[in-house]
């Protein structure tokens, strides 16, 4: 069953369906106008390329990303504009692990979207009783990606997920 789209202060984060990234690999104008959203001038954000369409794509198609366990688009309110991406890697693991990730485009970095879209994405996580902690990583000299989790209450994890990655752990 698809997700429900989220709604926050200031954005809603819509959930990707096959359909929708059907349209992204299309262009970024069949993106928003299946949104229904305008795009800004430096859309796309970092980490959303051909590879992270691809990898949601083959886990919507397969089952793997059903329910809540998907990629979000974080479309602001007010205008329509699509600001960011970000989601769940993964479904949770046995363990209650689940990780989550979050990318909004430069112009729009630094107004509070990311913490308010990753809060409601760690939010809708504890929702799940079977979670029971929530993982963020990012690499060490992303100052702003690192001040995103630790307003939302994450740790710095000791164990570092590989080579060059910090991890950050939110515990229910």
């Not at 069949?30 to 051909?50: G, I, K, S, T, V």
Request: charged residues 20%; without cysteine.
């Amino acid at each position: 069953m698809p997700s429900l789209p989220l709604s926050t202060e200031r954005l809603v984060l819509v959930p990707a369906t096959a359909a929708l990234l059907r349209e992204a690999f299309v262009g970024d104008a069949a993106l928003a106008r299946r949104l229904d959203a305008r795009l800004p001038a430096d859309w796309p954000p970092e980490f959303y390329d051909a590879e992270a369409l691809n990898y949601t794509l083959e886990r919507l198609e397969s089952g793997e990303a059903a329910g809540v366990w998907t990629t979000y688009f974080f479309v602001r309110s007010a205008d329509r504009m699509l600001v960011g991406i970000g989601g769940y890697h993964t479904a949770p693991s046995e363990e209650g692990a689940v990780e989550v990730g979050y990318s909004v485009v430069p112009t729009l970095q630094g107004h509070g979207y990311a913490t308010e879209a990753t809060g409601a994405l760690v939010d809708r996580a504890f929702e799940d009783p079977s979670v029971n902690r929530v993982v963020a990583t990012t690499l060490p000299g992303l100052t702003p990606s690192i001040r995103v989790v630790e307003k939302l209450g994450f740790a710095r994890s000791d164990v570092a997920p590989e080579p060059g990655v910090i991890a950050f752990v939110r515990s229910r």
